[in-house]
């Protein structure tokens, strides 16, 4: 659903487990048995509290991914890594492997919930393997 990123999106029903996500390269915490040949993309989310925003001085998003990804904080896109911002639904994107953790500096604090907020990401790799 459309609302998938936002705060308020129920996501009860959803399955979870550890990060890092992804099939067949044994780096993965939480393989994904029916990925390969079937979807290319998967949809993230963590809840996350603030208990006094006044503490908050600096906010920093470290990715490890393979191959892109956009990531949203409270409904607001906040980072995104090897997805073409114009082709979204069908993105174009190289090949990038895991491996070592990119930083991106979240500049918009505003985002921010004294309270609960939400991370949440999408990933897109590259091609359906089999």
């Known amino acids: 659903p459309e609302n998938w990123k936002d705060l308020d999106f129920d996501d009860g029903e959803w399955e979870s487990g550890p990060a890092g996500f992804g099939y067949g390269d044994d780096d993965d915490a939480t393989v994904l048995e029916d ?39 409270n409904g607001e896109e906040v980072a995104r890594a090897n997805v073409d911002a114009t082709e979204f639904d069908s993105p174009t994107i190289v ?34 393997s089999s």
């Open 35 to 73: 990925m390969a040949g079937n979807y290319l993309t998967v949809f993230l989310r963590r809840r996350f509290d603030i208990d006094d925003l006044g503490l908050v001085e600096e906010l920093l998003l470290s990715a490890d991914y393979d191959d892109g990804f956009v990531a949203y904080i």
């Open 95 to 128: 090949n990038h492997e895991a491996g070592a953790a990119e930083e991106f500096t979240i500049d918009n604090l505003g985002l921010l919930n004294e309270g609960e907020n939400v991370l949440a990401v999408q990933g897109h790799g590259l091609q359906k």
